[in-house]
């Protein structure tokens, strides 16, 4: 760990059970609860970058936690305490093995499928003439498979009753619980001036009780519109304005880069670093509504020891 940055420093904790380390995420286990530091390690195109960015961790952490308390009252969720901005502690839940992933305009992904030429999209029919970033008349679903390794796959709502992965009945509150979810995100985001684009919520298991788990409406795990303009530029049919990860995505597109098979990963000096890290902070400061502070990174140890 450097003096600005929580890389990749492991630490060792009495009572641990095991211990996991994910792109972006190091998550201690002690049995049933789990504490999980949100380093500044920052991934794209399912590759982690040469360099962190300083309190990433921090702004994510801080932001998940905001959003999972502001939807507790709709379905429980995994999340018991922050003990420190890089620090999130609760429950272990055994996952359920889809990403629900909610749509409110065609883009992303679904753009791209919308204009090869499919119209039978996760089971369901899109109109012709739709344009990129138009808005449906609805949220759709589009679920995916959660993959252990590689990718994870788009998946229709027949073939996830076909192959079992949830019961009937479980699938009818997955699916009303997403929307119900998705339907505050858009609420909270239309107070900042934004629009929620489409997201992912995952869930899972505690206890035979169904819980929401992983973080919820981040700009890494969510795309936004600045309302303001949209209609402008979408009667220009111009790109939008975008409140989201896209911007990392952007630059390693731009240097060549975009993690396929003998594409080399581009350096990134203080001034790249930078540009992120000053992006992260903007992206902090329009969703939460403040400047963004960071904490001292040196406290994310003794944090988690005072609670165990």
């Known amino acids: 760990m450097s003096e600005q940055t929580v890389s990749n420093k492991r630490f060792s904790f009495p009572g641990q059970t095991d211990f996991y380390r994910g792109k972006v995420r190091d998550v201690y286990y002690f049995g049933e609860h789990m504490a999980i530091v949100v380093t500044d390690r920052i991934s794209a195109f399912d590759h982690i970058l040469p360099e962190p960015i300083p309190y990433k961790g921090q702004i994510l952490n801080t932001i998940a936690a905001h959003f999972l308390n502001q939807t507790s009252d709709i379905v429980p969720n ?14 272990v839940c055994k996952p359920i093995k889809l990403e629900m992933v909610v749509r409110a305009h065609l883009t992303g992904h679904a753009w791209r499928t919308y204009d090869s030429g499919l119209r039978e999209l996760w089971g369901g029919v899109l109109p012709e003439g739709l344009r990129q970033n138009d808005p449906f008349p609805e949220p759709i679903l589009t679920p995916a498979t959660k993959a252990d390794e590689g990718h994870d796959e788009d998946i229709s709502e027949k073939e996830i009753l076909k192959q079992r992965i949830v019961s009937p009945e479980v699938w009818e509150r997955l699916k009303s619980l997403s929307f119900q979810l998705f339907k505050r995100g858009q609420e909270m985001a239309q107070e900042r001036g934004l629009i929620l684009v489409d997201t992912k919520y995952e869930f899972g298991w505690y206890h035979h ?97 005072r609670v165990l």
């Not at 309302?227 to 911007?247: G, I, T, V």
């Open 78 to 91: 995994w999340l018991e305490q922050v003990p420190h901005p890089n620090v999130s502690m609760g429950k």
């Open 209 to 305: 009780e169904l819980f929401l788990i992983d973080e919820i409406h981040t700009p890494d795990s969510s795309r936004y519109f600045y309302r303001d303009s949209f209609e402008e530029l979408q009667s220009k049919e111009m790109p939008q304005r975008h409140l989201s990860k896209e911007f990392v995505r952007e630059w390693l597109m731009s240097q060549g880069f975009q993690g396929k098979n003998g594409q080399a990963m581009p350096e990134m000096d203080e001034g790249v670093v930078q540009m992120i890290g000053d992006r992260y902070q903007e992206l902090y400061r329009t969703l939460m509504g403040k400047a963004f502070q960071g904490q001292d990174i040196s406290e994310i140890e003794s944090s988690i020891l």
